[in-house]
T-cell receptor, first 109, second 115 residues
Framework: GQNIDQPTEMTATEGAIVQINCTYQTSGFNGLFWYQQHAGEAPTFLSYNVLDGLEEKGRFSSFLSRSKGYSYLLLKELQMKDSASYLCHLMDSNYQLIWGAGTKLIIKP | GAVVSQHPSRVICKSGTSVKIECRSLDFQATTMFWYRQFPKKSLMLMATSNEGSKATYEQGVEKDKFLINHASLTLSTLTVTSAHPEDSSFYIC???????????FGSGTRLTVV
């Protein structure tokens, strides 16, 4: 079967670093995406990984290991505005989208 | 680039009426658009995949006669919620590919309230 798992909720402190993990099982793979979604708003694209390794974009980085079915989103220098849900989803070999349930990230001062 | 415009952003309708939501790709052609539904504090739920010029593919459990999808052109897909019911109240979001950096571009969403 195909599925994606990510933690339901995480809490971190302003200025700190947090890593949100995403594990998946899929019969085919055409890339893994991370999105940020604030309450009541549409998701915004953060990153796309199709090859193994780390992709860094400013305060946000995303890592992929295809052999392990594992990805993580790393957020550095956390700001209060980073409080949001972070959605992990992948595209399988048929270009179908499979979504995780999202991780609610709470940032405390 | 890669902007998706969704309209209306909010709509309130009476039970039994129909509501149409439009999703337009403004600066690119989208052969495939996706329609999602999101309940409060829940992840996105894919409702259907809309393909230009052909019938939409609905996910299991989504009533195709209730949620009519039309993708008549490469830049426009519409979702019509027919005979709306209070349980249909939700946040509906469309997305299309290609988005920036290989991702999907999402519309701003439509908050539907059925009274």
């Amino acid at each position: 079967g195909q599925n994606i798992d990510q933690p339901t909720e995480m809490t971190a402190t302003e200025g700190a670093i947090v890593q949100i993990n995403c594990t998946y099982q899929t019969s085919g793979f055409n890339g893994l995406f991370w999105y940020q979604q604030h309450a009541g708003e549409a998701p915004t694209f953060l990153s796309y990984n199709v090859l193994d390794g780390l992709e860094e974009k400013g305060r946000f980085s995303s890592f992929l290991s295809r052999s392990k079915g594992y990805s993580y989103l790393l957020l550095k220098e956390l700001q209060m505005k980073d409080s949001a849900s972070y959605l992990c989803h992948l595209m399988d070999s048929n270009y179908q989208l499979i979504w995780g349930a999202g991780t609610k990230l709470i940032i405390k001062p | 680039g890669a902007v998706v415009s969704q309209h209306p952003s909010r709509v309130i309708c009476k039970s039994g009426t129909s509501v149409k939501i439009e999703c337009r790709s403004l600066d690119f052609q989208a052969t495939t658009m996706f329609w999602y539904r999101q309940f409060p504090k829940k992840s996105l739920m894919l409702m259907a995949t809309s393909n230009e010029g052909s019938k939409a593919t609905y996910e299991q459990g989504v009533e195709k006669d209730k949620f009519l999808i039309n993708h008549a052109s490469l830049t426009l897909s519409t979702l019509t919620v027919t005979s709306a019911h209070p349980e249909d109240s939700s946040f509906y979001i469309c997305s299309a590919a290609p988005g920036q950096h290989g991702g999907y571009t999402f519309g701003s969403g439509t908050r539907l309230t059925v009274v």
